[in-house]
């Protein structure tokens, strides 16, 4: 297969080059097309197409990115505009655990991957605006309930005079307590089995669909849909890389 195949399907368009290109910190731009290409085709790094260049070489610079929160910088000048959003719609998706991701030094801890009935898998907790906008990120082992780290994840934006969404998994009065302290509205329904019912929006809980389409989208990346990382900041800049090119 020619290397020419490679560049079309999973490099940046010109179009998105032109927006990605004056950003500070991608020099050269053939690095992030490399990196690009190992989160859209989930091959071992080893794997790259040698016109990318030496594959150990883009690894380190990778990491070196990694370390300057360069992704997470290019996301947050993609989505400036985050004052103008009104929802935040609150959910989690699995991603299995490749073998291979496993064997890291047990000193940096479990690296957020957990180990329950369905095997070893890693579970993405996002917060996503109106606009498909990444505005929220934490991992955890996918034993977590998304309730016990909820508030952990609504405190990293601000909330106030925005909607919360959410489905039943949400549904706790801590939760709840939480994001009205924040003077922020709540759309979560409550549990066939709750003793207190709370006003609840049916029409605007059916825009809970867009969460769900971001996971899809990020999970078209073979990257995110099987985790291959040892590392939790690898496999997060992933993650992130991913939300960008939802942006872009």
Known sequence: MSNSFYHERYCLTK????????????????????ILWILSSGAPWRDLPSHYGNWNSIYHKFRQWCALNLFD????????DTDKYLLVQIDSTFCKVHQHAAGARKILGNQAIGVSRGGKTTKIHALVTEN???IGLLLTGGQIHDSDCAIEL??????????????????????????????AKVCIPDKINSLIKHDFDCELYKTRNIIERFFLRIKNHRHIATRYDKLLSCFENFVLLAAIMIQI
């Open 15 to 34: 179009t998105q080059e032109e927006i990605i290109r004056p950003l500070p910190g991608l020099n050269p731009l053939i690095v992030f097309n490399a």
């Open 73 to 80: 910088n290019i996301l947050k000048a993609l989505v400036a």
């Open 132 to 134: 498909f906008q990444l």
């Open 154 to 183: 609504l405190s990293k934006v601000n909330l106030e005079g925005k909607t919360v969404l959410g489905d039943k998994a949400f549904c706790s009065a801590h939760i709840r307590d939480f994001v009205q302290s924040q003077k």
